[in-house]
């Protein structure tokens, strides 16, 4: 499956962004998906991951209350509405497919991946 992201940006700290993640190619097949961010001189880390039904989902606890995964199966759509933005959330933003899961998903060995969206926040 290919995906591609969109909607990342720079707001200040406190503002909201949704990123959307679309996929295309073998769409019928029941992957789960989620989103990774790589800050500038660190390592890619799992930040959310939702279940194919979108009946599951998980965060990094750096997250929790504050950005939510939702998917629209219907549109091969994967959001991220990230709000109360701090200048820590500052990285490119990576859409990923797992048809194994999340827990696969989460090590960070998915086969599909997006090419990365921006996100600065400002402080």
């Known amino acids: 499956v290919q995906l591609i992201e969109s909607g990342g940006g720079t707001v200040q700290a406190g503002g909201s962004l949704r990123l959307s993640c679309l996929a295309s190619?073998?769409?019928?097949?029941?992957?789960?998906m989620g989103w990774f961010r790589q800050a500038a001189g660190k390592e890619r880390e799992f930040v959310a991951g939702?279940?194919?039904?979108?009946?599951?989902?998980y965060y990094v606890d750096s997250v929790k209350g504050r950005f939510t995964i939702t998917r629209d199966n219907a549109k091969n759509t994967v959001y991220l509405q990230m709000n109360s933005l701090e200048p820590e959330d500052t990285a490119v933003y990576y859409c990923?497919?797992?048809?194994?899961?999340?827990?696969?998903?989460?090590?960070?060995?998915?086969?599909?991946w997006g090419q990365g969206t921006q996100v600065t926040v400002s402080s």
């Open positions: 990923a497919a797992d048809l194994r899961g999340i827990a696969a998903m989460q090590l960070g060995k998915s086969d599909s």
């Open positions: 190619g073998r769409t019928k097949s029941t992957y789960a």
């Open positions: 939702i279940s194919w039904s979108g009946s599951s989902t």
